[in-house]
């Protein structure tokens, strides 16, 4: 059974940073591309950051470009998102999701696929 669990979330202050962690378990998450997906109260859905199997590309929304940075630790099961200038347009509740998709600017996923329950990150002053 596919189980994918954010950890991390919290309240943070502006420029501030923070790291989120996905724990993968049962499948072989090492052939599967892995992503952060967010969600603000009263909007979409939204792709974060897409890590392909293997770690060998990375994929991040023009949002984020130059202040996240994603990574795994297929050792481990694990990717993290590491957010730092954190703004409060960051404030939304997290997922890990897999597989993923992206391109220069963008970051997809599918419903059909696998969700975490989601961590709060909340960046206020």
């Known amino acids: 059974q596919v189980q994918l669990v954010e950890s991390g979330g919290g309240l943070v202050q502006p420029g501030r940073s923070l790291r989120l962690a996905c724990a993968a378990s049962?499948?072989?998450?090492?052939?599967?591309?892995i992503g952060w997906f967010r969600q603000a109260p009263g909007k979409e859905r939204e792709g974060v950051s897409c890590?392909?199997?293997?770690?060998?590309?990375?994929f991040y929304a023009e949002s984020v470009k130059g202040r996240f940075t994603i990574s795994r630790d297929d050792a481990k099961g694990m990717v993290y998102l590491e957010m730092t200038s954190l703004k409060p347009e960051d404030t939304a509740i997290y997922y890990c999701?897999?597989?993923?998709?992206?391109?220069?600017?963008?970051?997809?996923?599918?419903?059909?696929?696998?969700w975490g329950q989601g961590t709060q990150v909340t960046v206020s002053s």
């Open positions: 999701a897999t597989p993923c998709w992206g391109d220069y600017s963008r970051v997809w996923s599918t419903v059909r696929g696998s």
């Open positions: 049962g499948f072989n998450w090492d052939d599967y591309a």
């Open positions: 890590i392909n199997s293997y770690g060998g590309q990375q």
